[in-house]
């Protein structure tokens, strides 16, 4: 069971000296319990207590870092059932299966899909190669999609077939998803040799606790769990009961991330296939395997993705500051926008769709909407006056402004505020920037 403040505070020498940077040695304790500083800043606790208290006070599920380069992703350390609780830390990873027989045809594919949104790549971070039957065609797709600059997954559960691809591929982090009950100590030997994830599968629940138990005894907790493909409904509810006796149970045995197969359970059924990644997205696959990824199932699923991984504490916010659009300099126009996230990319985007030079400035606004923002006194005309006159003297130059129509009331105060600036009324909404700057003669 998880310990409490008090059930650390016990092991302090209670003289409140801050060399851990709390206050006071019960502050420390109650971080400790939370999770937000590790016991081992205090250099004041006995070592035998710290190798007791530093094992109760682990992670209840392990963090790792897959792949390299452009394509290094972190999966696990999650300690919450819901987002609401606090927040998850490691978003779902997608990918595609890939075999020897279709790689060629499925690597372009996959690069089809790259784009941007609020400020973050969307694209399929994945590839999930298979084993068929054929060692020679499956280490041939190994060495492709080991150039695609993505993590790789190898499905395989032939050692020999293993040894070879992880070879190739190891210095890339990939994930060697192959032991199960019959064949994991070959397995984990040949993934703590090359240094990479085990991805361990089992008959049931049970069979999977008993394998991991193995694994973990002979010294292998770098592990991620497959939550199997025998049906829908087993695989949920195995995703669901893997990371609730990890988290609420204390049980650190089924402490590791997941990895859900939806391709397979779809049986080539499109709609379902989709349906279930974005199920899983929810509750609970680190990793989530599709047959094919294209843009009708990407924008959901990663719209899906990006709403359930950010921290519900935070709002999502631009830095202030003034965003030269299009090659803007000091003779071009104004904009104005608050600087919630998603109002930025959004009108950051009309804007450099009209290829008009513009520089958009952003105010602090709390990291609301345009009306929400004015609404709690945080889109003011004298915020935004104040902040001309105090960053965008030598930037701004045109003094011409453009505020969105929502807040024009703000027109008449922000002329008073800001004398030999011109004040536009902009558009309610983003659509029509692009044809407002286009017909915009200053
Ligand atoms: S370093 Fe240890 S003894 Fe000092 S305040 Fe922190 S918890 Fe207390």
Same mark, same amino acid.
């Given at each position: ?140 797709? /190994?060495? *492709?999609?080991? $150039? +695609? ?9 032939? #050692?020999?077939? %293993? @040894? !070879? &691809? ?45 394998? /991991?138990? *193995?694994?973990? $005894? +002979? ?9 199997? #493909?025998?049906? %829908? @409904? !087993? &695989? ?106 998603l109002t930025y990319f959004i009108v950051a985007g009309e804007i ?49 402004l453009i505020l969105p129509g929502k807040v024009s009331v703000l ?8 004398p030999g600036w011109k004040i536009v009324i902009g558009t309610n ?14």
């Open positions: 069971m998880a310990l409490k403040g008090l059930d650390y505070f016990k092991f302090t020498p209670k003289t409140n000296c801050k060399a851990c940077g709390k206050p006071t040695c019960m502050a420390f304790s109650m971080d400790v319990a939370a999770g937000k500083i590790e016991i081992g800043k205090c250099p004041h606790i006995k070592p035998e207590d710290l190798a007791k208290l530093s094992e109760a006070s682990a992670p209840p599920m392990k963090t790792f870092k897959i792949g390299a380069g452009k394509a290094e992703f972190q999966i696990g350390g999650e300690t919450v059932l819901f987002r609401h609780e606090k927040t998850f830390v490691s978003k779902s990873l997608y990918g595609v299966n890939v075999t020897g027989d279709n790689i060629d045809k499925a690597l372009p594919e996959l690069k089809k899909v790259d784009y941007v949104r609020i400020g973050e790549r969307m694209f399929c971070e994945v590839i999930n190669i298979e084993f068929t039957g054929d060692k020679g065609k499956f280490v041939d797709a /190994v060495k *492709k999609a080991n $150039a +695609a600059e993505r993590v790789l997954v190898l499905s395989c559960t032939d #050692t020999a077939a %293993a @040894k !070879e &691809a992880v070879e190739i591929c190891k210095a890339n982090k990939p994930i060697l998803n192959g032991a199960n009950e019959s064949n994991f100590a070959d397995m984990s030997k040949i993934a703590t040799d090359a240094g990479v994830l085990l991805g361990v599968s089992a008959k049931n629940l049970e069979a999977l606790h008993d394998t /991991v138990e *193995k694994l973990e $005894a +002979a010294g292998n907790k770098n592990l991620i769990l497959d939550v199997g #493909t025998t049906s %829908a @409904k !087993e &695989a949920f509810a195995n995703a669901v009961e893997i990371r609730r006796v990890a988290l609420k149970g204390g049980d650190r045995t089924f402490g590791y991330p997941s990895i859900v197969n939806v391709g397979k359970l779809a049986k080539g059924n499109h709609e379902v296939e989709l349906g279930l990644a974005s199920i899983f997205t929810i509750k609970y696959g680190s990793i989530i395997l599709l047959d094919s990824l294209d843009y009708a199932k990407a924008l959901p699923l990663f719209g899906l993705r990006q709403n359930i991984f950010t921290d519900p504490q935070k709002p999502m916010k631009v830095e202030p500051g003034v965003y030269k659009l299009n090659g803007a300099d000091e003779k071009s126009v104004c904009m104005t926008t608050v600087d919630f996230a450099e769709r009209s290829g008009v030079p513009t520089n958009l400035v952003i105010t602090d606004a709390g990291g609301y909407s345009v009306l929400t923002a004015w609404a709690a006194g945080k889109l003011t005309a004298g915020s935004i006056a104040k902040y001309i006159k105090e960053q965008c003297g030598d930037k701004c130059k045109n003094q011409t027109k008449g105060e922000l002329e008073e505020n800001l909404e983003a659509v029509g920037i692009v044809k407002f700057l286009k017909d915009f003669k200053g």
